[in-house]
């Protein structure tokens, strides 16, 4: 019941039917306003990652008990506006009016009172029954801001509760809000907009036959005035009149302003906000005179030099952080796995035995190699982000992702594929445009991630040298940035500058990244846990049935006429697609031995290790990209990547064989 | 003097003031090709008609008169570049010279459509800033929807993008150039017209400005800031 996965939109609509009288709360909001930590206080620390039917938008879901009621919590993804120009928006858009939530839980900063009420009024234009929670209200007040709460709540309609979520004050009261809201149902206030546009709504909604769209008919008339493609497309299949009569008042409108209709709207919006703001909120302490803490650390993060000293300290320290942990935690957990049963591949005996020995070797990989590096790496990388500094990273790399058509957002893709390449795919979507995020996934694949860099450090660094290993990196890095450059030029589509608002530095909130952390690795956990289960299995009965022999001979005229590596590395390849630093654990079964030097050369060991790096994403990744952008252009990067890592092979076979 | 001579001293004044603050007499012989006796004679003569302050030995700067006179021959210049290298695929070192020697017989309506068919570009070819025009408009769908005609009146204003202020320099948007989407997406982040903007820094190398707007700060691609002019209050160069 709690936690359930939310695979079925379904499951949201008719909740009321079949007995269940449980109510659904949406908590919505602008990034960075505190939202995950409402989130947390409201529901405790039980929550699931589920997934939007037909779109892949993480978000997380939970259950308020207050008070015997039993409420589900939605955590909407942090957007600015709800103009449906990202897939995020379009999903919260969606959610609101189609699901019906309860109760829309609005959540804005205090100290950023006008840009947030921009979203608020947004919101209360698709008249779902509403609750304003002003939050960080300490922080506002240490800007000397204060807010008379009774007043805005008068000035919207609804009840508005003044919070500070990371402490957990007004919680109590949020909830008390909730439980109430749910029956009372209360419907904010329709803040009227200047005259003119006035006159065109109403003149819209005359003509506008009753039940156009799904949407509030008010709704449904501005977004004709602004023009919004969904909305005309819709109206235009009842009446076609209607848009056309829209088109003629956004003319109107453009007439008297000198600007489109949609910018005219989201003006007023803000004219609005300003006088609202006006209204409730007081600033006492010539605060901007001081320069704040925030400043301060931007003086040093942004600095034009030391800047980029701090960066490549972090980057750096996240990657030798993780590795220097993981392989801590790893050598624990083996010492203690092992105590419990052998980890000795099994290739004789019965069907039982291989079976089993196959599914706990699988078992053991899995939680050996992959968790002790992902938990450390999500950990850090986490706090990075809540402190604000992955922010100020992205705007100090902006100008360097230009020459690969990115911008400084997809840093944050980048950073997340050296832990797992599948949440990295999916972070993709921060990323505005539909070509830079393709493009940003695409680079992504082509991250060493955790596994990749298992691979390279178990192979290269420790029976080559470490140099090698740091060759083999320095080669992808810049593998990246040409790949890049070129599949910038080529891709149709076009690229977006990147707006992106700078939070204040905080310091981190740490069950908020405990539980984040915890999120992230756990998605991750039921994503490798079967493949290495069902794959160890695999390989083991393969091997004991003999079917190894006759993939190995197909694979011989690429692993060994191209490459030059042993025969028995084809099955190897295979089994690394379902996880590649399984191709350790095969490499170590098939051939009795743990020391790989007493079976390939340095030459070998090293293109073995690079094929492994680039050639196709793990399944699970292939799997990722088909759901963000289709079966077509997830198989061209597997094709195009199997391909450019077989040719890199060969030439770095025979060009090593000469040096080496 | 002839217009066409006075509009390239003008123009030159410009940049060596923007290099250097004050454009010496060597300077502008250097950057014209000229002997600086002709350079003396020709300042006092931009100085009668109002259009330089010149203090013999020291050097010239632009009055207001002279510096919008400039500015909007350099706009000029610098739409014909694009026109001249993106439409009619002139080779690019010709592209300078063309420009400059046509920059001086080009009508206001001219230019105006010009900057239409071009989609009212932001930077010419070499990659410097092209001004807005000096049309008391809002925003530039009113003139590439043709909606109605470009309106007359010049602005009372001078303007200058949020990435010309230097780091603290406060200013109120007054023009966001562009087609409706890039505006829609400034507006939408509460970068209206009319709205107190300030930039806190520059990233080096043309990398995104911050800017504080409504109480929280935002960085913006310097492409896009490129975009969103605004009037400052005056402040003497020095």
Known sequence: MNGRHGHDGSGFRHRHQGGKDEYVVALAGNANVGKSATFNQLTGVDQEIGNWPGKTVERAEGLLQHRGQRIRVIDLPGIYSITALSTEEQVSREFIAHDHPDVVVNIVDASALERNLFFTLQLTELESPMILSVNQMDLAAQKGISIDTRKLSALLGIPVIPTIAIQGKGIAELSDAIVSAVQNRPKPHTIPYGKEVEDCIRKILQLMPAGTGDYPPRWTAIKLLEGDPDTVWEVKKQAPEVVAAAQACALELEKIHGEPAGTVLSGERYHAAERIVSEVLEIKTPGDQEISLTERIDRLALHPVLGYVLLVLTLGGLLVWTFMIGAWISEILTAYLSSIAPVEPLIRGSAHDILFNGAWTGFVAAITLIIPYVIPFYLFLTLIENSGFLTRFSLMLDRGMHIMGLHGKAIIPLVLGFGCTVPACLSCRIIESPKQKFLAAFLVTLVPCSARTIVILGIVAAFVNIWWALALYLFDFTLIVILGRIAFRVLPGESVGMIMEMPDYHVPHLPSVLGQTWQRTKSLIWIVLPAYIVGSIAITAAYAVGFLEPINAALAPVTVLLLGLPMMTGVVFVFGIIRKEMTILALAALFGTTVFSTIMTPVQLVVFALVILLYMPCISAVLALAKEFGWRRALSVTVFETALAIATGAVAFRALSLVM | ?238
Do not use: W
């Open chain 2, 1 to 238: 003097m002839a217009s066409e001579q006075l509009e390239e001293y003008l123009e030159s004044i410009l940049d060596i003031e923007e290099k250097d603050g004050v454009a010496k007499t060597s300077a502008i012989a250097k950057c014209l090709k000229v002997a600086p006796a002709s350079v003396t004679e020709a300042l006092q003569t931009l100085a009668d008609k109002g259009f330089v302050h010149y203090e013999p030995y020291k050097g010239a700067y632009l009055t207001d008169q002279g510096r919008e006179m400039a500015r909007k021959v350099k706009r000029r210049h610098r739409l014909l570049e694009v026109f001249l290298s993106d439409v009619l695929h002139i080779n690019g070192e010709n592209v300078h010279d063309e420009a400059c020697r046509m920059e001086h017989t080009l009508s206001d309506e001219t230019e105006c459509a010009l900057c239409k068919m071009l989609n009212a570009p932001a930077r010419c070819p070499h990659g410097s800033l092209i001004e807005a025009c000096d049309r008391d408009v809002e925003s530039c769908s009113a003139c590439l929807k043709d909606t109605k005609p470009p309106s007359a009146c010049t602005r009372d204003e001078p303007l200058m993008p949020v990435t010309a202020l230097r780091p603290g320099q406060k200013g109120t948007i007054a023009f966001i150039r562009g087609d409706s989407s890039v505006v829609q997406r400034l507006t939408d982040l509460g970068l209206t017209l009319k709205t107190d903007i300030q930039l806190v820094r520059k990233a080096p190398l043309l990398g995104p400005v911050e800017i504080a707007v409504r109480k929280t700060r935002l960085a913006i691609d310097h492409a896009i800031a490129d975009h969103i002019f605004v009037t400052a209050p005056v402040e003497k160069a020095g």
